[in-house]
């Protein structure tokens, strides 16, 4: 009488762990990458003389300890969210898009011009139902532009992406330079940065909690990673990007415009990215100012990586390295380690992630997934 | 396998936990206590150990925990987006005085001011102007234009080619459009045939101006091949690059900020002087104030400038020319003598 | 050497240099413009060289090295770092200190390039991914050390920058003494370094086995390895060696150029050597006058600067000297572009070998 019973039991069991498992093993070794590479971190802040238990206290409390942190968390990663998005889609398409940093400059710069010359320049005051979009769209717009030029260059002469992209992140650095010292300055009189005015009120994103500076930008990066999710999932286009990149010759044969796709697929690459620097303008910062060069760009391929090149995976990797920079801060704050561990970490975590053989060797875990290789060498 | 796996998984929530749930600071000093008199320091995006700018005001704010018993900390600003926030740090945590270094952080210091009423700013070259004064809030500034103008003559006087040059950071920096141009003056009121040389900095962003010692050692060396024998060096690193051209090249140097004598040992058998602004005692002196309950109602505090010793040139200065120089620098002090200088780069 | 690829990068050089006579002709002399541009352009010429180097031998060999800039930036690190150590710390005299640093920072890129080939040839990571991990790491592990070794209060160092033991001497010729043209000759040891290295890596690459064996394993490792050569070990070795000449690049900023470290100095020039190899063809002299001229369009942007008054109103943007920064990176897409010239990378060119 219990044999059938018992027979019954272990099999639900093992339906459910079937139906769990492709899900644990997809976070499994980026979990154990950042695992592995905080103890490394923890080490090395050892090596120095550091307290590292108290360090990631301080990390933490910075991260997630207050309403405050956890709203500065999210600030933080906005944009890295976008800008993930735009390199784990163009991995996707096959294609290595280093120049986030300069399409999110472009989309910036763009969006900050919309938001505060427009008004003046059609001499009318416009309602934020019309200039908002205007705004964000002027940054998508430039940002595309800025990702198609290597695209199309790749297309039709077989330049290789990498060095065009980081030459174009450069040129974007030096025009972007030349507009915020010269005729976009802010003329304000007690100005003396290079940044441009403040944007109409019109065009501003509002925050979500007042006295927070948590705002509609990070809802409409989680609503953007959902979208480029079904994009690539359940459309025609994406499904040209994806095999394009996955097979060339394959997506060819199939009737895929392999050529026309590669420039499709760097322009929305650029258009995620200048949205990562149109919602700083418009929902952070109010204007455009010649920043320092936070490396969103080397960080975005951590955090495209990280999450597997998958939206969802992008948004989880984002999170957590907005959480590490933003709680980086007050760890130095309160135990005086440089901020700079941060960048070990995440150096760590991409070599871990990268060469996903040692955490699997550590931890020995079977292979299951099939590996990204996208260097083809130098085309042409 | 599933051993290894379920061990790492268990570490990992472990560990965290731990993190998460351990009790908070060890035995720190309160600020919040009034007897505790703290005081902070947020650089602008640039670091503590720039040799010159941060530096200096930082040396004022360990002088005040030296002599006055005060408690100093600092906070590196790594992105402008940050200024507020690392602000509220100090601000939050009870400290009594707060110094902004650099003017990009005038804004967010002004925004401070009336936000935290009880605590004392110093901005450390945030001209405040007439009308948007915050009470709680003063300008550390220096007249560097005059400091220039001094380096400039004496420049102009030992040139022995007739060809002088400056090597800067940005000239969108008020300050460093004060030194450059100051020099430029000085120079053209004792010689006005000498011929001045003034490159800045531009091309790049603001992360790089003050720290690409590099591009400075360079460009000087270009001006030295084209005859310049006297090189003004203002720029932070970029500008200690420039002496460091100037030594191995075996013309005379002026250094910037602080007496490079000292900051830049490499570049001692070149450097004829230093073009300074004291920003170590100015910041002290503040802090004092603000401890002995003297602080300023807001507006500017004007600091001193002036030229460093000659040091290893001292015998190679005649002492007319040493005359000139002081002649000048008491004109100033009389207010008998004007740089013509503007505050900042015209548009 | 392909005459027309020779010619037209001598065209871009000349130029370069005859924008800047043209401008500055009337102040100072031509004479003494063309010996400042090219005394100039030598030196700033260095890094590229090395760099376009290093990839030769790793690209040669069929791994795609993109991380140069990383390797770069790492050793300029470690060999300023082991020269202030033994200078300050271990009281050794300057030269002697600075020639350990330059030994630290190749052993450093030898380091690296361990790590790439480790990951390129053995994990089969993707290469370009791997030489983004190099970059990252880099720049990570350098800005960290800096800050934590030399200012905070605890550290070996006491929290200051020590003074460093200055940097290589220049190499005086006595033939040249005196001579106008001596400064286009007497540099400092690295740049004379990087010129030797180029004639020496021609000779290795085409005229001796190994260079052979080298090149058949980035053409057609399966042919190669069919007639047992160890494709591995080849790449490995290649590969180690690129690293050390990066290595050598790295330490031109810190112990040739100035005596101190910056975080992120290297500035992109890493990539810009990886064009200078691109445009080179994969050739060691090919890739030596490439990174002339890159060095050229800097030393132009720095004399535009010095005659900024003497540019004329028409060319005004000229004086912007952010627009006249924008010439090496235009220049390389341009390259990158092939309307200049086809460039053959060769054949098995960042595909990992499976056995």
């Not at chain 2, 001011?113 to 004064?133: L, N, R, S």
Request: hydrophobic fraction near 50%; aromatic fraction near 10%; charge should be negative.
């Amino acid at each position: 009488m219990s044999t059938p019973v018992k027979k019954a039991a272990p099999k639900i069991a093992s339906t459910a762990r079937e139906k769990l498992r492709p899900a644990i093993n997809a976070v499994l070794v980026p979990l154990l990458a950042v695992f592995t590479a905080m103890v490394i971190g923890a080490l090395v802040i050892k090596a120095v003389g550091g307290d590292p238990l108290a360090a990631y206290r301080g990390l933490f409390e910075g991260a997630f300890g207050s309403a405050k942190a956890l709203s500065e968390t999210t600030v933080w990663a906005t944009p890295y969210i976008f800008a993930g998005l735009a390199v784990a889609l163009a991995f996707k398409g096959g294609l290595f898009n280093i120049g986030a940093e300069g399409q999110l400059a472009f989309g910036a710069v763009a969006a900050a011009w919309v938001g505060y010359a427009l008004p003046d320049v059609l001499g009318v005051t416009l309602p934020a139902v019309v200039h908002i979009p205007l705004t964000v769209g002027a940054g998508m717009l430039a940002g595309g532009i800025w990702g198609a030029i290597p695209g199309w260059l790749k297309a039709h002469t077989g330049a290789h992406e990498v060095i065009n992209t980081i030459m174009m992140n450069y040129i974007a650095l030096n025009m972007t330079s030349f507009l915020l010292n010269g005729p976009m300055k802010d003329p304000h009189p007690l100005n003396v940065v290079a940044r441009t005015p403040r944007i109409a009120e019109s065009a501003r994103i509002p925050p979500i909690f007042p006295g927070l500076r948590l705002h509609w930008g990070f809802v409409l990066a989680l609503a953007i990673a959902g979208i480029v999710w079904w994009v690539l999932q359940k459309t025609t286009l994406g499904f040209e990007i994806r095999t394009a990149g996955a097979n060339p010759d394959a997506a060819r044969y199939a009737g895929v415009s392999v050529s026309r796709t590669i420039v499709v697929t760097m322009m929305l690459s650029g258009v995620l990215a200048g949205l990562a620097g149109a919602t700083e303008v418009t929902a952070l910062n109010y204007r455009h100012e010649l920043g320092f060069s936070v490396g969103y760009g080397f960080d975005a391929i951590a955090i495209a990586l990280l999450g597997k090149t998958h939206p969802l995976g992008v948004v989880l990797a984002a999170l957590l390295f907005g959480a590490m920079r933003n709680g980086a801060t007050r760890m130095q704050f309160l135990t005086q380690i440089p901020v700079d561990v941060i960048s070990v970490i995440q150096a760590l975590i991409l070599l871990f992630v990268a060469a996903d053989a040692i955490i699997r060797w550590i931890y020995r875990i079977r292979a299951r997934e099939e590996r990204l290789v996208l260097t083809r060498g130098w085309g042409g | 396998m599933r051993k290894y796996l379920l061990a790492s998984i268990s570490l990992l929530t472990v560990v965290t936990l731990l993190a998460a749930c351990a009790p908070a600071g060890e035995g720190e000093a309160d600020c919040s206590d009034p007897d505790v008199f703290c005081v902070g320091l947020v650089t602008d995006v640039g670091k503590i150990d720039d040799k010159s700018f941060n530096q200096s005001t930082w040396e004022g704010v360990k002088q005040a925990e030296k002599e006055l018993g005060a408690v100093v900390q600092y906070i590196e600003t790594t992105d402008s987006k940050d200024y507020g926030k690392n602000i509220a740090q100090f601000a939050d945590a009870g400290f009594d005085v707060i110094v902004t270094v650099g003017f990009a952080l005038g804004e967010a210091t002004l925004e401070a001011g009336p936000q935290y009423p009880d605590v004392k700013f110093i901005g450390v070259d945030q001209e405040q102007y007439p009308g948007a004064e915050v009470e709680n809030v003063v300008g550390l500034i220096f007249p560097e234009d005059q400091s220039g103008f001094l380096a400039g003559a004496l420049a102009a006087l030992m040139s022995e080619s007739g060809k002088i040059g400056s090597v800067c950071g940005t000239d969108a920096v008020p300050p460093v459009w004060r030194f450059g141009e100051g020099y430029r003056a000085g120079a053209q009121y004792v010689r006005p045939d000498v011929e001045v040389n003034i490159v800045y900095h531009n091309d790049v962003g603001f992360d790089k101006t003050f720290t690409d010692p590099e591009w400075g050692k360079t460009t000087a060396i270009s001006m030295i091949d084209k005859g310049v024998d006297v090189v003004f060096g203002a720029g932070g690193k970029t500008g200690n690059g420039a002496l460091l051209g100037c030594a191995e090249k075996g013309v005379m140097a002026i250094g910037v900020d602080t007496d490079q004598y000292y900051t830049v040992p490499e570049a001692q058998s070149a450097l004829l002087t230093s073009a300074m602004k004291l920003l170590t005692p100015g910041t002290f002196d503040l802090i004092k104030m603000a401890m002995e309950g003297n602080f300023p109602q807001g507006g500017n505090y004007v600091g001193a400038a002036g030229l460093a010793p000659y040091h290893d040139l001292a015998d190679r200065v005649p002492a007319e020319v040493d005359a000139k120089v002081q002649e000048i620098d008491q004109a100033f002090k009389d207010g008998t003598l004007q740089t013509g200088v503007s505050p900042a780069k015209p548009e | 050497m392909d005459w027309r690829r020779f010619g037209f990068i001598a065209l871009i050089i000349l130029i370069l240099i005859g924008v800047v006579v043209l401008v500055g002709g009337g102040e100072v002399s031509p004479t003494i413009i063309v010996v400042s541009m090219l005394a100039t352009t030598i030196s700033v010429a260095t890094p590229l060289t090395l760099g376009a180097l290093c990839g030769i031998y790793c690209e040669r060999a069929g791994v795609v090295n993109i991380g140069i800039e990383g390797m770069m930036l790492a050793s300029a690190f470690f060999g300023w770092f082991a020269a202030i150590y033994l200078n300050s710390i271990l009281q050794m005299a300057p030269m002697p200190s600075l020639l350990v640093g330059v030994v630290a920072a190749i052993l450093t890129g030898g380091l690296l390039g361990l790590l790439h080939a480790v990951l390129s040839v053995t994990y089969k990571v993707d290469q370009i991914i791997g030489g983004t991990v190099i970059n990252i790491l880099a720049i990570g592990v350098t800005g960290f050390l800096n800050r934590q070794l030399f200012f905070e209060q605890g550290s070996i160092f006491g929290g200051q920058v020590p003074h460093a033991p200055g940097v290589l001497p220049r190499l005086k010729i006595p033939l040249l003494a005196g001579s106008p043209i001596a400064s286009i000759f007497e540099q400092q040891p690295i740049a004379v370094s990087a010129v030797v290295l180029v004639l020496v890596t021609h000779f290795v690459l085409f005229y001796t086995r190994w260079g052979l064996r080298t090149r058949a394993v980035g053409e057609h490792p399966r042919a190669a390895d069919t007639v047992g050569i160890n494709v591995a070990r080849m790449r490995y070795a290649n590969v180690i060696i690129g690293g050390m000449i990066a290595g050598l690049g790295g330490a031109y900023f810190t112990l040739e150029s100035v005596p101190s470290f910056e975080p992120l100095m290297t500035n992109g020039r890493g990539f810009i050597a990886l064009a200078a190899m691109i445009f080179g063809n994969w050739s060691p002299f090919g890739a030596w006058m490439s990174a002339l001229v890159f060095g050229a369009a800097q030393a132009l942007q720095i004399n535009l600067q010095f005659f900024r008054e003497q540019i004329p109103s028409q060319w005004a943007f000229l004086q912007q000297a952010y627009i006249v920064g924008l010439v090496p990176y235009l220049l390389t897409m341009a390259i990158l572009t092939g309307i200049i010239g086809k460039t053959t990378p060769p054949a098995a060119d960042g595909v990992p070998y499976e056995k």
